[in-house]
């Protein structure tokens, strides 16, 4: 069946630096989604990104579709405290949509 | 808007026991909504697609007979665990879909589920 992993699994980081996670899925995709969960809460929708090799932008944070729509990733420029937490990307090929395995973020002030 | 609650957000039951839980679209219709399972510190696995009015769709090796959802109404879906026994334990989300608002998926805040 469809597999969305995602790489690294964990990332610790110092304020400031930078930060990236890269999601792969192992079918084309329609679109892809990301997702931002805090510890104890719920997944939280960030961005949806449709078309081959779009890149859109909020804030500090890049997001990137591939142009063969199978991978995807996330980057943070300059991180803060506030970013933590686990980043999920979420694929859909059919009806579904398929989660990744996510990266979870700490940020050390 | 679209806002979606889930209730109990905890439960801790015995063994053997069915615990239902709700989840509800607060402001807005959702034909479609959907049921998660988070074990700690994984991913979220898609367990059915809940459809108004009609039977729910599950992911493979989901115990339909198991875990049993209805979808009464176009604001609320409720997931019931029959004879929970502890590797049921786990967090259980649900998200919603506006009807005519695209592909996004609104999540609940999800229920904590401990079975002793």
């Known amino acids: 069946g469809q597999q969305v992993m995602q790489i690294p699994q964990y990332q610790h980081v110092q304020e400031g630096e930078d930060f990236t996670t890269y999601c792969n899925s192992s079918t084309t995709l329609s679109n892809i989604q990301w997702y931002k969960q805090r510890p104890g809460g719920h997944p939280v929708f960030l961005i949806q990104l449709v078309k081959s090799g779009e890149v859109k932008k909020q804030k500090r944070l890049t997001f990137q579709f591939g142009e063969a729509k199978k991978n995807s990733s996330l980057h943070i420029t300059a991180t803060q405290t506030t970013d933590v937490g686990t980043y999920f990307c979420a694929g859909r090929a059919t009806d579904k949509l398929i989660f990744g395995t996510g990266t979870r973020l700490q940020v050390f002030p | 808007g679209a806002v979606v609650s889930q209730h109990p957000s905890w439960v801790i039951c015995k063994s053997g026991t069915s615990v239902k839980i709700e989840c509800r679209s607060l402001?807005?219709?959702?034909?479609?909504m959907f049921w998660y399972r988070q074990f700690p510190k994984q991913s979220l696995m898609l367990m059915a697609t809940s459809n108004e009015g009609s039977k729910a769709t599950y992911e493979q090796g989901v115990e339909k007979d198991k875990f049993l959802i209805n979808h009464a109404s176009l604001t609320l879906s409720t997931l019931t665990v029959t004879s929970a026994h502890p590797e049921d334990s786990s967090f259980y989300i649900c998200s919603a879909r506006l009807d005519f608002g695209g592909e996004t998926q609104y999540f609940g805040p999800g229920t904590r589920l401990l079975v002793l």
């Open positions: 402001d807005f219709q959702a034909t479609t």
